[in-house]
């Protein structure tokens, strides 16, 4: 009964997305449906084929724990410059707050100040270091063509499905494996020529998956149980991108089908490919780091002034008790968490998670992925909020994209520069390639909550 319910809670999901897809589409006449159907056929079969068929589960859970154990030989670069990563509960007290001689090492108590350490340390000491090594490990597989090769196969996969264009197939497969600003360099001997559907597809399936490094970043911070569930939601999340994108633009007119990669590699040789992975390396870790650091504060900052508010007009005891204590005060996250549940709720979140998953759905529309997810993981590990297995897998599916404000103006940016004559297309379709890439993150998700039943 639990797993019919979840199917038509997917449903009435999906068809929700497709309708405010149907909404804002620039010609609703030009709609493909035959597209839009198979595509979600495709995500729905590519669903069930990783998640609920055995042996195909196992190849993939294979691939992740493969992914898994390669971020754990960035551990020992990082050991190396940082020292090593203390057993979990267990932590040098001077670290904590001082209330034994130094170099005392005692197991302490998993407050959320104590998790809020835990968690500053590991990004400093590991994380950060771990998207370097992958966006190095990147380079060397694209250097070697086997990542062209994957993406080929991919593209010429979604190509024939649901029959796009060569260009915007190849966007698409390489948005799977390599970051919103990366991928175009994959087509960029035909972004000139590109239509502005081709370009909509481009910038929306850039905001609808996740780089390596921030992949790294997410199974870090989650932990490697979940590397399964991220591998998935960057596959079946491309065809949704794609889905979503030719809704709200729609191709009127006669596209090139065929599926070439272009044989541009990176660097001049292997090292000046490594050498070029880990300076990118370095410039995304220090960006997730910054923007961490800028956003994180700007929050609390806002929060103080809310629950300030909150203090002065009640409402800080009327969302305790609304929230049954999962909110303390009236904050930026009890806000997004009442505005965004009706879309938790159709993602098929249990019933008692809707306002902290909507709170998790708002802030990376509103601030950005990482600080979500970061979110997350602090939830996860706070018992009091007892937020359950389903509801954490369902919001891992939904947080796993670029789709915020501040990638329109990276993918402008990133992709003009390559491309300047396609600055007014991307400056046009900024918002709408937002909006597209959010759907497609939340049709995501609604397919996973489908069929999640037994979670891990």
């Not at 998207?131 to 190509?159: D, E």
């Amino acid at each position: 009964m639990d797993l019919l319910i979840d199917i038509v809670r997917g449903l009435i999901g999906i068809v929700s997305m497709l309708a405010i897809c149907y909404a804002l589409s620039a010609n609703r006449k030009a709609i493909d449906w035959k597209l839009v159907l198979s595509g979600i056929a495709l995500q729905i079969v590519l669903a069930l084929l990783i998640l609920k068929v055995n042996f195909i589960y196992e190849g993939f859970r294979i691939v992740s724990d493969g992914f898994v154990a390669l971020l754990g030989f960035a551990d020992e670069g990082a050991a190396f410059l940082f020292g090593a990563w203390p057993e979990s509960g267990v932590w040098l007290v001077n670290e904590v707050n001082g209330a034994a001689p130094p170099g005392t090492v005692i197991p302490v108590a998993p407050d959320t100040k104590m998790q809020l350490f835990k968690l500053g340390y590991m990004f400093a000491f590991k994380v950060l270091p771990t998207i370097i090594f992958f966006a190095a490990f990147t380079s060397i597989l694209y250097y070697l063509g086997i990542l062209q090769k994957i993406i080929y196969v991919f593209a010429k996969g979604m190509s024939k499905v649901m029959r796009l264009s060569g260009a915007e197939s190849l966007a698409a497969a390489a948005n799977v494996f390599i970051g919103q600003t990366e991928a175009p360099l994959v087509i960029k001997p035909y972004l000139d020529k590109m239509t502005k559907s081709e370009i909509m597809c481009l910038m929306t399936g850039g905001m609808a998956t996740i780089a390596g490094g921030i992949f790294a970043l997410c199974v870090s911070l989650l932990g490697p149980q979940y590397a399964l569930h991220f591998l998935t939601a960057s596959i079946i999340s491309a065809p949704a991108a794609i889905v979503a994108a030719k809704m709200l633009y729609p191709e009127t007119v006669e596209v090139d089908r065929s599926v070439t990669v272009p044989k541009e590699k990176l660097g001049n040789n292997l090292l000046d490919a490594i050498s070029i992975g880990t300076t990118d390396g370095v410039k995304l870790a220090v960006n997730v780091g910054a923007m961490l650091l800028v956003f994180i504060s700007l929050v609390a900052f806002v929060n103080a002034i809310l629950g300030w508010f909150g203090d002065l007009t009640g409402l800080n005891g009327v969302v305790n008790s609304v929230t049954d204590g999962r909110f303390a005060t009236f904050n930026l996250e009890s806000i997004l968490g009442l505005l965004f549940s009706p879309i938790a709720w159709l993602l098929g979140t249990p019933s008692e998670d809707l306002i902290l998953v909507g709170s998790l759905l708002g802030k990376k529309t509103a601030v950005n992925e990482v600080v979500a997810y970061v979110d997350l993981s602090i939830m996860v590990a706070d018992a009091k909020l007892q937020l359950s297995p389903k509801s954490i897998v369902i919001a891992t599916y939904a947080l796993c994209g670029f789709s915020n404000f501040s990638s329109i103006g990276i993918q402008i940016g990133g992709i003009s520069a390559i491309s300047p004559k396609q600055r007014p297309t991307l400056t046009e379709l900024g918002l709408k390639a937002l909006i597209g890439g959010t759907i497609a993150c939340f049709l995501t998700a609604a397919v996973a909550g489908m069929m999640l039943d037994e979670i891990l």
